[in-house]
């Protein structure tokens, strides 16, 4: 089992600026693809970013790219996600998620691990 916790939501203007951050504890860290999704209200759970083990491989969301940034530490045991130029649009419960089946994933139903989400909301 791993826990993974979230931080770093809050209110923002469009435009602004967010990190957000993913600790995990329990199972190996460094063995796990992160993935960071969102949901907004009435909305599905979508993904935003995927991060392959070693940091290297990413994938981005088309609505996200070039804006948001994944990265990880493996010395801490944390994940991120660096949020630009933030929109009302990103405004979502955001969720970071681990999945040990592969080396990188976009696919929801593969992750095996999720934390319990953090309120990101951008005002116009």
């Known amino acids: 089992q791993v826990q993974l916790v979230e931080s770093g939501g809050g209110l923002v203007q469009a435009g602004g600026s967010l990190r957000l951050s993913c600790a995990a504890s329990?199972?190996?860290?460094?063995?796990?693809?992160m993935g960071w999704f969102r949901q907004a209200p009435g909305k599905e759970r979508e993904i935003v970013g995927a991060l392959s083990r070693n940091g290297i491989n990413t994938y981005y969301a088309d609505s996200v790219k070039g804006r948001f940034t994944i990265s990880r530490d493996n010395t801490k045991n944390t994940a991120y996600l660096q949020m630009n130029s933030l929109k009302p649009e990103d405004t979502a419960v955001y969720y970071c998620?681990?999945?040990?089946?592969?080396?990188?994933?976009?696919?929801?139903?593969?992750?095996?691990?999720w934390g319990q989400g953090t309120q990101v909301t951008v005002s116009s």
């Open positions: 998620a681990a999945t040990w089946r592969g080396p990188l994933s976009t696919i929801r139903e593969e992750y095996d691990e």
């Open positions: 329990g199972r190996t860290f460094t063995s796990a693809a």
